[in-house]
């Protein structure tokens, strides 16, 4: 047992030690967060990460840049086109690939469809938290027909490896486009519905407004990005301030809400949503024809000796792979830049003082996946 | 030369559309925390440390990578360190971001971040005596 000194008090409060996870049903994956409690409010939350970590930065080293390309998908597991994208766009932009445009709107379109359903696996997730368990069962509802779609032209339903060095495993074929363009048009009023039933809920906006207020500078001085900081009011996306890709060929907006709130935190997923449905609907109507992979792309592929970064938007903000080349076959080194971890890292700092259930409703704001901060 | 860096490091222009980066410098190792600071001041954000080891030249690069918020601007600070004594000054008094970062690159090279309020084992077990990073690791 330690003790606190609680001021203005001048009695010595006792303390107690509260182990949350690894396995427990509120921390989603296998986070364990040892918080240190007076009574019912949180001294000392300190998250105890890599009960799931594998080491994907060593298995960079010892298989070639293809064979490395399915452990992208295996991060983020809910955002794993974004993932992907990074890991190919660095080693397209060493190589000096030119990815066919036809490839590159497919890959805004499938990134944007997976961006959606990370979102709804956090909204359907974050509100059990909250104690309610009817959205989940909407959430997906809806995430299951993106999940069909994706399966449809990868082969897969998570871990999708769709994106290739310099283009695509394969075209998207006509059902994936109908049923894209009927996914777009079904979700918007569902979008409508989420609100009614949710955001406007008295009690969900009693749990979330002014819980786990984080500053736009704690986010800048802990490097904490996507919706977290755009919920801390500062309009930084990737695909905004450092356009990759196509985003810039699009017309969609990087909605922020100034209140720094876990509510403000919802509000901007809830958004991008919207959004992200903007961005499918004018892909679809501008995709160009064309194939969708480079022309002579290495079968045996090495890299100038060099250092390549590319960063992306993924669903918990910004992604970034930092290769370095030594010239061989086998990457020197792969560097991974989470955004879930930078996003916990200021979790300790942001939940201190707070009661336990406030900080679990902040910390299901963050939207954490676990095995894209364990690696 | 970008006069939203600070003038006092030696940032050389890189080819954003082959590297993906803006800026780099190269300086010395006891010069990190002081760039660190430079660099906050000037408003960037820390986005991740680095290790990686040149095992055949006997040492340890660390590279920094920041970026700012407003506008794209990507620069990264590298410093290298003898392999055998591998030992830096940590910059997480300057960026809080940075204490995760930095136990990391502890787990994985063995790079130890002198003044690091709790350099344990981060993502691996916590009694880890291996460096898994290191390139003579044998697993």
């Known amino acids: 047992m330690t003790t606190v000194q609680a001021s203005p008090v001048e009695t010595p409060r006792e303390t107690f030690v509260l182990n949350l996870g690894p396995q427990h049903p509120a921390t989603h994956g296998v986070l364990r967060v040892k918080m240190t409690m007076d009574g019912e409010y949180v001294v000392r939350a300190e998250p105890v990460c890599g009960y799931i970590h594998r080491m994907q930065e060593k298995m960079g080293e010892n298989r070639t840049y293809a064979q490395f390309l399915p452990n992208t998908s295996r991060i983020d597991y809910l955002s794993a086109m974004t993932c992907t994208h990074a890991f190919v766009g660095a080693i397209e932009r060493a190589a000096k690939l030119r990815v066919p445009p036809r490839a590159e709107y497919i890959r805004v379109i499938t990134s944007e469809l997976n961006r959606i359903s990370s979102h709804l696996v956090w909204w359907g997730a974050f509100l059990l938290d909250l104690g309610g368990f009817t959205p989940l069962l909407y959430a997906f509802d809806d995430r299951e027909k993106i999940l069909d779609l994706l399966e449809g032209i990868t082969g897969s339903r998570l871990t999708y490896s769709y994106y290739r060095i310099g283009g695509l495993y394969n075209d998207v074929d006509e059902a994936f486009l109908k049923g894209t363009r009927q996914f777009v048009a079904q979700m918007r009023p569902r979008l409508k519905m989420y609100r009614e039933l949710v955001t406007e809920n008295i009690i969900f906006r009693k749990r979330l407004e002014g819980i786990g207020p984080i500053s736009a500078e704690m986010c800048r001085q802990y490097g904490a990005t996507g919706p977290v900081i755009r919920g801390s009011g500062v309009a930084y996306d990737v695909r905004k301030i450092e356009p990759y890709s196509v985003y810039s060929e699009f017309d969609f907006m990087a909605p922020t809400f100034p209140e720094g709130d876990s509510k403000a935190r919802y509000l901007v997923r809830m958004e991008e949503i919207a959004q992200s449905l903007r961005i499918i609907e004018q892909g679809l109507d501008k995709l160009p024809a064309g194939p969708v992979m480079a022309e002579k792309v290495p079968r045996i592929l090495k890299l100038p000796v060099g250092d390549y970064c590319y960063a992306v938007e993924a669903a918990r903000g910004r992604f970034g792979v930092r290769i370095v080349s030594d010239g061989k076959e086998i990457p020197y080194r792969v560097k991974l830049r989470s955004p879930s971890l930078s996003n916990l890292s200021l979790f300790e700092e942001a939940s201190r003082g707070m009661l336990l259930p406030d900080a679990l409703a902040l910390m299901g704001s963050l939207d954490l996946v676990i095995p894209d901060i364990d690696r | ?139």
């Not at chain 2, 620069?75 to 930095?102: F, K, L, M, Q």
């Open chain 2, 1 to 139: 030369m970008n006069p939203k860096l600070p003038p006092s490091i030696p940032f050389q222009p890189v080819d954003y559309a082959a590297k993906g980066c803006h800026f780099d410098a190269v300086i010395a190792a006891d010069k990190v925390v002081e760039a660190a600071a430079l660099l906050d001041g000037a408003g960037f954000v820390l986005d991740t440390i680095t290790g990686v080891d040149w095992m055949a030249e006997g040492q340890m690069e660390l590279v920094y990578d920041f970026f700012r918020l407003e506008e794209a601007l990507r620069v990264a600070v590298r410093t290298r360190i003898p392999r055998d004594n591998p030992e830096i000054a940590t910059i997480s008094g300057v960026y809080p971001g940075a204490n995760w970062h930095e136990r990391e690159t502890h787990d994985f090279f063995g790079i130890r971040f002198t003044g690091h309020p709790d350099l344990t084992p981060f993502l691996l077990p916590e009694d880890a005596t291996y460096h898994p990073l290191r390139k003579d690791f044998v697993a």
